[in-house]
């Protein structure tokens, strides 16, 4: 983090007299507004239409792939269509990694195709396949105790089952399997790496891709997830107790560095323009599905969210900023270069959060803000009680993806839970279409955007955005 | 159909007593036999093992493919392994038709990958691909009313909508659209044929494929289903109307003339071995999944019954014949040549059906036999009730799909309608895999098999079966 000179930054703070002492609060007739927008957003199928019109015009965008370009273009006339103030881009800079083909089978005891797809960075096999012996292990743990020499030219294959969560929290154990496990197999010797899809989708054989942990290509090893009944399967094969030989032929890696873009859209705040409150989600999407609920139901929340305040009679005191960011998907790309760039203009990020959990309705609100902003915030509480939110002021709110960066230098940030049940069935997959989005749950979550975006931006005081606010709450880097 | 002379005929008949004008009734002591059968069934996992034996050691096993030779030794070891007194095959020959790989796009509004998968007998497209417009019909009526000069070099894409049934009945319309949508579309003279999958899976890419009507390799074009989402976005990006090119690329078509084999297991009769209750699945299966529920259930479910018949002290009255069928999914070739052969054998079939939609649980059971063995029927209907199976008196029974050719040829049968509410998401598809069945649902279609095969290889009398004798039925050719 680059931080600003102290005296400079305390007279930024003086002039623009935000991060006083004094509580914040929220105008009644601001939260009378925000009821409105709120039961408006109800009936309102903006965001719907939005999702339906990136995953139809453009579908599946990969970061850096043709289709991404198209995905920026359809960013740029979107946020125009709606009417957004002012709408640019911002340049974000990434290894482009493409995907051409990938297959594998089981080549002994029992020959068999296996369906698979090979993981964010990882390279391709040897011309002519990499044909090893399988080892299992049940976890990353099991992984982590192994002698080396078990593993030594062998393909790893980790059989972790990922927990369903409202929460999505088994998403920790098992992204972790995927992020971690192949670089930890190739630091063993390992010639290539195999996990059960971090997904909880037990019957569809729709293998979850995602990145891994690779950073640097000359350590690193062809890595793909198996879909779950190829899993079964392959450890049904692998209960025979024979040695089990697979083939893998993956044709993937990184090909050079690609210039991509976030693009942004702005409602201009009436009194306070340079002041924003923060929303968005990513446009990149993995290249298997259409990226409906991951994340175009996100960057479609917020442009909705930001239309809806942009009809109101006038424009909001403080600027409503929307940001679709690239290349949230193979590591934050977007979310690192957007907060890098704005790091020094943390102080005035009102609040900020991004939604990228799906399509499912938002049951929990938590917060990360200055105590005299707590007031504001049982203000926005109260107006999204009624949607089912409920306000968990005991944990700490964490902006999201890629605005988890923003929050890492100090703005003030919401989480706003989505019910992810059903997330993990779908996300990373083929099956990341359309029809999986609810159009009222979508709706809602609009309905919480539009509430709480409207009701920050027209607050008396601010939420305590500073550089480093918030490294109490485990927001820092 | 080729007749015996009639004298010949009725003499034969006239010396096995078969075919009498007596009632047929079922022994008491054999009705008990049979209800001790059915409880033992259903704490047997015979069955189940069978089922992942088949469809882990060999897996999908496409009719004409390594792994179709792969499944005759598998099944021929089975039969041997299970105990059964006399294991054999019999020849039968098709076309070979091979699916090499198989991909496609929208080219124009909106450029993206569809899924989809060739249909059987499908001709590959053109080297480079076939690009062409694409006209959609709401169903097979609408293209039969076609004008062909819309139709003449374009796509034909038929967006019928399968429904969902308990005894699967949406499959007439959903099958149609599959078998006769490609001959009608090139009869117009399309340059290729899509549909919305035969299925009911609403959410999944996962394309049905399945048989066309195709029989004149000169007279087909490049046929596919896709997906069902893959359906709803080309039916949404038509709604655009603009015009749409799409982009097919499908290497696969007929390479010659394959021999596989009917692979049939006998539990032999102890006082008429020439006598035989017919019960049989299919062995071959479609190449995307491991044809779990299509047809190693099936198989499986026979094999089962059997077995826990030769278990019993002693031998059946009545030889028990389990047929693992060749080739089905692409036309009931094993049916076809097996009927062909036994025709002149025909009434010596006691009864027959075959276990071929999955592996939902049996509710209902019709039959076709004669007037004086309905009695009989009654009492195995009266053995199968506590299982949950009502008898339809009103339905004919059909043999099922492949012993539907015995049938047509006067075999006496039963229907035996299993649950297939959920059938027709997975079959024909990937997901086609072991994880899809309740060992306790496959059960309780064993304790079916076996309780009413034993029932009618002990019965006094027969069940009606001579030649023709079901053509008042519908069966016959």
């Known amino acids: ?26 105008p009644t007739t601001a939260v009378k507004t925000a009821e409105q927008l709120r039961d408006r957003a109800l009936h309102d199928d903006t965001a719907y239409q939005v999702t339906a019109s990136l995953t139809t015009e453009v579908g599946a965008r990969l970061a850096g792939s043709e289709a991404d370009r198209r995905a920026v273009d359809w960013a740029v006339a979107k946020f125009k269509e709606l009417g957004y103030d002012k709408v640019y881009t911002e340049p974000v800079t990434y290894p482009l990694w493409v995907r051409r083909s990938e297959r594998a089978a089981i080549v002994a005891p ?16 040897p011309k002519g396949g990499l044909r090893a012996e399988v080892v299992r292990f049940d976890s990353l743990d099991a992984l982590k105790a192994a002698d080396p020499a078990a593993i030594k030219g062998k393909i790893v294959y980790v059989d972790y089952h990922m927990e369903r969560a409202k929460d ?3 998403y920790g154990m098992g992204s972790a399997v995927r992020v971690a496990g192949p ?6 010797g390992a010639a290539g790496y195999l996990l059960r899809s971090a997904g909880t989708d037990a019957h ?11 950073r640097d290509p000359a350590k690193a090893i062809p890595a793909a997830a198996l879909s779950n009944p190829d899993a079964d399967q392959l450890t049904r094969v692998l209960a025979y107790g024979k040695p089990v030989t697979l083939k893998l032929d ?3 890696g990184i090909v050079g560095e690609y210039t991509g873009a976030n693009v942004i859209g702005e409602i201009t705040g009436r009194r306070h323009p340079e002041q924003v409150v923060a929303i968005g989600g990513h446009l990149d999407s993995w290249d298997l599905g259409t990226g409906a609920i991951d994340d175009g139901a996100g960057v479609a929340i917020a442009m909705a969210a930001g239309k809806l305040i942009h009809d109101l009679p006038q424009r909001p005191d403080r600027t409503i900023r929307v940001i679709a960011f690239a290349n949230e998907e193979m590591g934050l790309w977007g979310g690192r270069a957007y907060a890098e760039k704005h790091a020094g ?7 900020g959060t991004e939604s990228d959990f799906g399509a499912g309705p938002i049951w929990r609100m938590s917060a990360s803000v200055k105590p005299e902003a707590r007031d504001a915030i049982g203000q926005i509480a109260k107006v999204l009680q009624p949607l089912g939110v409920a306000y968990d002021a005991g944990r700490p709110g964490g902006g999201g993806s890629d605005l988890s960066q923003m929050h890492a230098k100090g703005m003030a940030a919401l989480s706003l839970t989505q019910d992810g049940t059903k997330y993990f069935d779908w996300h990373h997959t083929p099956n990341d279409t359309l029809d999986k989005i609810d159009p009222a749950e979508l709706a809602q979550n609009v309905a919480v955007y539009a509430a709480f975006s409207y009701m920050a931006a027209q607050a008396n005081g601010d939420f305590g955005s500073a550089p480093g606010a918030f490294a109490k709450d485990g927001a820092g880097e």
């Open 1 to 26: 983090m680059r931080r600003l000179p102290l005296t400079l930054l305390a007279a930024g703070l003086l002039a623009s007299g935000i991060a006083s002492a004094v509580t914040t609060t929220i």
């Open 345 to 351: 203009e943390v102080a005035k990020f009102q609040l």
């Open 110 to 125: 029992f020959p068999q195709p296996l369906a698979l797809t090979a993981l964010g960075y990882s390279p391709a096999t």
């Open 183 to 188: 670089v930890l197999a190739a630091e063993k």
């Open 168 to 170: 999505g929290h088994g």
């Open 204 to 214: 569809e054989r729709a293998p979850h891709t995602g990145v891994t942990g690779f």
């Open 250 to 252: 993956l044709d993937c």
